[in-house]
């Protein structure tokens, strides 16, 4: 068979390096890498699973099945990953619900002030595939999960 698709595989692999790269870093964190025409079926179905689950799937690798701030990978992050237990604590008493939707959403802050080592979720779920308004649902509901874990 003289001729092999070597070309299209070609192109597949050299896709596929930043792919390895951003799943190096974020695979543990249920984000992977797709293109939407995965089987990994991370877009829809946030129904069907508990916010905790959500929470886990996205937060956990970095900031600890409880929140933490202890996951496996905070080791190897020169920033650290927060306490998300403190949040209430830390903002005299009353948990800072639209500023964590914010955080976690990440498109619309403000970069060189905030938060250089968090994932851009919104970006992220978009990219896989979410609709805008399954992002905000997805992030309403992990906020409300972060909020029932308050120390
Ligand atoms: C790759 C590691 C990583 C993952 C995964 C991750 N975080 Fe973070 N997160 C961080 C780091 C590091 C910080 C500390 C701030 C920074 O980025 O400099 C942080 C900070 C935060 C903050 C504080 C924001 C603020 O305003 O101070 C919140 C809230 C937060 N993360 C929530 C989440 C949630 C919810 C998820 C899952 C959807 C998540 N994080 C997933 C690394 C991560």
Redesign the pocket.
């Known amino acids: 068979m003289p001729h092999l698709p070597s070309r299209r595989l070609d192109r597949r692999s050299r896709a596929l390096t930043p792919c390895l790269a951003a799943l190096l ?2 695979t543990a ?1 249920g ?1 992977g890498c797709t293109d939407g025409t995965s089987d990994n079926d991370s877009s829809g179905g946030d129904a069907k699973r508990t916010p905790k689950e959500l ?1 886990v799937d ?2 956990a ?3 600890g099945v409880d929140g933490r701030g202890d ?1 496996p ?1 905070a080791a190897e ?1 020169r ?4 306490n ?1 237990r403190l ?1 209430k604590q830390e903002n005299g008493g009353t948990f800072p619900t639209r ?2 939707q914010r ?2 959403d990440g498109r619309a802050m403000p970069r060189a002030h ?6 851009v ?1 919104g970006r992220q779920w978009i990219r896989q595939g979410l609709s805008e308004a399954e992002v905000q649902a997805r992030s309403i509901a ?2 409300s999960y ?1 909020a029932s874990i308050q120390d």
Do not use: R
């Not at 920033?79 to 927060?82: D, E, N, Y």
């Not at 905030?114 to 994932?119: A, E, H, S, T, V």
């Open positions: 870093i974020l964190a984000s929470f996205s937060c690798t970095c900031h996951g990978m992050l920033v650290k990953p927060i998300l949040l500023e964590v955080s976690i905030g938060l250089p080592k968090m994932p979720w992990i906020t972060i």
